[in-house]
């Protein structure tokens, strides 16, 4: 069972869906902890808080859901319909052999935290956040753009209170981004920067990640915030499509399946291109559910 | 944790609001498992069956929340809406004191039969709900009166085979209607036969209903369908108010609190008028939440 933990358009459903359709659906299910929202769209604006807040879910719902799960248990989970932005009536989830549970705070309790064999947060920098906000809210949710910019502003206290502490307890923290140091183009794609903490058992990239043998990623030790050494895997999104493919099969061979391809469902992004650093992300996250991390 | 089991317009409903007002919605929460239906109305007229079939039912899910109910766990309790035929946004339920879970199937398995503590099956003659169902559905469920009779034979086989067969698992029985030996009018008051089986501990009536105490009510022993002996109390329904109050007022101070007057909210029928067979019924229901049979 593996969570992935971030703010609202941190890239969640991107990052889940390529990991669940190379699983395949027969082994694999999905659940967004946003259809354990307590509100309508239209109830939640007369409620002091946002959906980030704790207290604007089934929190302890959501942790006998994630227990049931954990436990091979179906379970009757509630769904919000983003679309309409109404609570709709719920459908049944059966347990298989991977779950995948993604959303603002599947991460917030203890209890809900000990469900999972691997924990991810992603700490995409806020104004990469607001910009995919911005173009997924007005274009799939049906709002206005001062509607979407008003709902950041609001949720900014509560992302904070909230959702950015549970970065401390992931196991993987995925950072999409552009990269610092450098002065890339607008339009060139995103970096990622992948933190490896040996709270798990993380596969071991020293050798096939050797200096120069890609250029699109290389690992380097680092410090984690609280000053502990951790693995630091960059994935650069200014390389060539040649040496990006080089370096997917390079990992996809090492991680994922050697007598297979890279599957074509890894790395894809809303617009249809694909991402680099977002394929060999998912390949660590399908490596550490098939293998088993712990 | 109590279960009222019976067929559909059994006057589960009816028993079971006076029971829950009688101890006080702070204290006592009840749940009906018309609810855990799969499909909306609509949706039901293509499926070979009836809501009588445990297949129309999410029953594992059923059979999951009563665990947790009985646990001291909350619940996210689907919703179906009798009036529209859907189903709707699920609500949390909180468990409280005492449960009582009523519907068409709260007995049907092993598992949903071991959450509770005192079990009820409505044993009403066929005329009689057939009576009842007729009134409801065309008054308050908006069916046609045909509509009501195809439903009501198109579910006579899965009463037999799914409804009926929880009588066997029931720690109290009761039939309301008329008494098959007499030839009373027709708008005689319905009597109730109550079966006591001494699968939990009952309470003692025998000094309270010794014979020429009250002509209400009477306590005999008799033969269960299976040949074991089983205390059956008999209320009548033909006897005269001044009667019927005061073999209440006997019974209430027996088994409830003698400290108090007949609870106004007890015996309770539909049109507004009171039963004394109801009454004493939902007496002995109280009793045993309050008392506790085990």
Known sequence: MLAVAGDSAAGKTTVTSGVVEA????????VCTDDYQRFDRIERQEQPFT???PDCSYIAILEQHLQLLATGQPVLKPVYDHCTG??????????KDFVIVHGALPLHSKLARACFDV??????????RRDWRMKRDTAVRGYGRDQVTA?????EEEYVGFVRPQRAHADVVVRFGPIPSRNDPRDTPLSAEVLLRPTIRQPDLTEILAPDLTRTAHL????????RPVDSLHIHGYTTSEEN?????IIWHALGDPR???????GIIASGTRSTPLAITQMILLHHLLHGPR
Chains 1, 2 share one sequence.
């Open 119 to 128: 924990t991810v947060f992603l700490d995409t920098p806020e104004d990469v």
């Open 23 to 30: 699983l395949g659906s027969d082994r694999c299910v999905s």
């Open 260 to 266: 297979t391809d890279v599957p074509a469902c890894l």
């Open 51 to 53: 959906p980030l807040h």
């Open 151 to 155: 709902e950041i502003e609001a949720g």
């Open 86 to 95: 109404r609570r709709v009536r719920p459908e049944p989830v059966e347990p």
């Open 245 to 249: 493919a080089a370096a997917e099969k």
């Open 220 to 227: 380097r030790l680092a410090r984690d915030t609280d000053g």
